[in-house]
């Protein structure tokens, strides 16, 4: 029997094999990132959307999820990308926040959300000091963090320390216990001169496992998760857009070296000190309390 094969069938055929391959081979892929997504997710604290009352309005708010973090946006684009200058008025905790946490600690975590939009929000936008006028003005809120436990941290430092001593090759990366996890909750918006709110954000994240290091004190996870929600408020005032559900950007040269705590690029930000840099690199390896390398200055938030 002949068997004649038609062009446009040979070209569909053809296709379909190739779609089946392409679907084939990046499988394993879509199953690696949902494993790591599984994974993170697994061994990570809840956070509560708290709302705080400190935003000029909660009406126009609407989800947008992050891998880790929880959050409900809003931003007027044109607005916002209008704007050439920011001020930063000093970040404050809620009565409720945390009653388990030190004045101290309170003043370190949130000396550490302003000093981290302070960095993020220099790369479009000139930062002036709190008593001058500006295009927009950025305010946070605590509303929510939950303590860590120290014993706990204490103790999955030891267990991640133990395969780096017992053996004499590379170490194996141990996971952190997955409890005693503390978490965050923050509210911020930028206003414009009349009071109208720009850009708001409601944002929760918890403590995970794998990407939070174990630190003796019950504000480590709260601090270590500061410079994380001021990463996103930042992107959604510099960009205008909700900074969730996209790819990671290589960060600018100022950035890089203000987190490691060299001068920041407008003077304004020296009010809320440096990043304890390599030293708080090491001390948080080490599991060392992050009020050992980092001091807030005084005339920071309260």
Not at 81 to 97: C, E, N
Not at 218 to 232: E, K, N, R, T, V
Request: aromatic content about 6%.
């Amino acid at each position: 029997m002949k068997v004649e094969f038609l062009p446009g069938a040979a070209a569909d055929a053809q296709g379909t094999d190739q779609v089946r391959l392409d679907r084939r081979y990046n499988r394993p892929s879509s199953f690696a990132g949902a494993a790591v997504a599984v994974a993170l997710l697994s061994g990570c604290a809840s956070a509560p959307m708290t709302k705080g009352g400190s935003l000029a309005s909660y009406d126009k708010l609407t989800p947008s999820d992050g891998l880790l973090a929880k959050s409900l946006v809003h931003v007027n684009k044109d607005d916002v990308l209008a704007a050439k200058t920011v001020r930063i008025m000093p970040t404050s905790f809620s009565q409720s926040a945390s009653p388990t946490l030190s004045q101290e600690q309170r003043h370190l975590v949130a000396n550490a959300i302003d000093r981290s939009l302070c960095i993020g929000l220099s790369d479009r936008l000139e930062v002036v000091a709190p008593d001058q006028p500006a295009d927009l003005t950025v305010h946070a809120l605590v509303t929510q963090a939950a303590p860590t436990d120290e014993v706990a941290a204490g103790a999955s430092k030891v267990i991640g320390f133990l395969p780096t001593a017992l053996s004499a090759n590379v170490p194996v990366p141990i996971p952190r216990l997955p409890i005693g996890l503390g978490s965050l909750t923050v509210e911020a918006e930028a206003r414009d001169p009349t009071s109208r709110q720009q850009a708001a954000m409601v944002w929760a994240r918890g403590a995970n496992s794998f990407t939070n290091s174990p630190r003796v004190s019950s504000a480590a996870d709260a601090y270590d998760l500061a410079s994380s929600f001021s990463d996103d408020f930042s992107k959604l005032v510099v960009t205008g857009a909700t900074p969730f559900g996209k790819p990671p950007e290589l960060p600018s040269f100022d950035k890089i070296g203000a987190t490691l705590g060299g001068k920041p690029k407008y003077a304004a930000c020296e009010v809320f000190g440096r990043n304890p840099g390599l030293i708080g690199m090491a001390a948080g390896k080490l599991g060392l309390p992050p009020e050992w390398s980092d001091k807030a200055p005084a005339t920071a938030s309260q």
